[in-house]
């Protein structure tokens, strides 16, 4: 089966920096996106990566191994505004989304 | 700019009605998605149009149907409601399917089934 996994909650402070795991098992894989959802919102895309390595994008990056069906994502110097729930999706070879079920973060001053 | 909307914004039905959800989207994206979001699970796919004219299933399609008319509709009805069906309902789209292409969200239906 198909199945992407990330951590339930996690919790930074103000002004820190957090990472967000996620792993995953998939039929095929056709890149990996991130989105942001912040409480009763719609989700919102973050970031993309189908090759190996980093992709930066402002205070947000996203990582992504392919051999060892893993990402991450790097969140740095937090906001207040960043509490969301994170979300790791994996397009499969049906070009179709397989969601994990999502990262809520919480910020503490 | 308008993007996504859906309607309506939450809804409370009884068991065994029928419903129709809907979405529009105005920025002539080929693919059309929707999902469901329950707590603790991720977004599944109800089911998805690549382009006007055609449709396919999802991960989770019993008890939904959806047709794709033109480019920007993508109405999805519940012929016979049942409480398993109580969720928040996604509606999104992207410009086209075969490469690098995010999808836009609509702001979501909360339907409650009783």
């Known amino acids: 089966g198909q199945n992407i996994d990330q951590p339930t909650e996690m919790t930074a402070t103000e002004g820190a920096i957090v990472q967000i795991n996620c792993t995953y098992q998939?039929?095929?894989?056709?890149?990996l996106f991130w989105y942001q959802q912040h409480a009763g919102e719609a989700p919102t895309f973050l970031s993309y990566?189908?090759l190996d390595g980093l992709e930066e994008k402002g205070r947000f990056s996203s990582f992504l191994s392919r051999s060892k069906g893993y990402s991450y994502l790097l969140l740095k110097e937090l906001q207040m505004k960043d509490s969301a729930s994170y979300l790791c999706?994996?397009?499969?070879?049906?070009?179709?989304?397989?969601w994990g079920a999502g990262t809520k973060l919480i910020i503490k001053p | 700019t308008a993007g996504i909307t859906q309607a309506p914004t939450s809804q409370i039905l009884a068991a065994g009605r029928s419903m129709t959800l809907r979405c529009t989207q105005d920025?002539?994206?080929?693919?059309m998605y929707w999902y469901r979001q329950d707590l603790g699970l991720g977004l599944r796919l109800i089911h998805y149009?690549?382009?006007?004219?055609?449709?396919g299933k999802g991960e989770v399609p019993d008890g939904y149907s959806v047709s794709r008319a033109n480019t920007d509709d993508f109405p999805l009805t519940l012929a016979s409601a049942v409480p398993s069906q109580t969720s928040v309902y996604f509606c999104?789209?992207?410009?086209?399917?075969?490469?690098?292409?995010?999808?836009?969200f609509g702001p979501g239906t909360r339907l409650t089934v009783l």
């Open positions: 999104a789209s992207s410009d086209g399917d075969g490469s690098y292409n995010e999808q836009f």
């Open positions: 149009s690549n382009t006007a004219g055609t449709t």
């Open positions: 999706a994996v397009r499969d070879s049906n070009y179709q989304l397989i």
């Open positions: 990566n189908v």
């Open positions: 920025m002539r994206h080929n693919a």
């Open positions: 998939t039929s095929g894989f056709n890149g």
